[in-house]
Nanobody
Framework: QAQLLESGGGLVQAGDSLRLSCTAS????????LGWFRQAPGKERVFVAA???????TYADFVKGQFTTSRDSDKKTVYLQMNNLKPDDTAVYYC???????????????WGPGTQVTVSS
């Protein structure tokens, strides 16, 4: 069974930065896109960012210029660099892998369990 695991979440102050990591624990996802989603308490899960196998990136409007996603050279680990964090960024952050990628949640087949990011004012 393919598995994804997020790490790097925590409690930070507004203006701080965090780097989330997503690693494949059982296999590589050759040809897959890797997406980041987040879900705040009481809200729907929403798209944050995605990176294709070839390195192309897509960002939700609300994180453009603030978050950056990247992939390491072996493409088994993906990162979400989160800068200038705001209380509105508080959410559980998930990574997910899918063949087609994009911004639509249903395109992603494999999901990590999520990591909590809490931003205090």
């Amino acid at each position: 069974q393919a598995q994804l695991l997020e790490s790097g979440g925590g409690l930070v102050q507004a203006g701080d930065s965090l780097r989330l990591s997503c690693t494949a624990s059982a296999r590589t996802f050759s040809g897959y896109s890797l997406g980041w989603f987040r879900q705040a308490p009481g809200k729907e899960r929403v798209f944050v960012a995605a990176i294709t196998w070839s390195g192309g990136t897509t960002y939700a409007d609300f994180v453009k210029g603030q978050f950056t996603t990247s992939r390491d050279s072996d493409k088994k680990t993906v990162y979400l660099q989160m800068n200038n964090l705001k209380p509105d960024d508080t959410a559980v952050y998930y990574c997910a892998a899918g063949r087609s990628g994009g911004t639509v949640e249903s395109a992603y087949v494999y999901w990590g369990p999520g990591t909590q990011v809490t931003v205090s004012s």
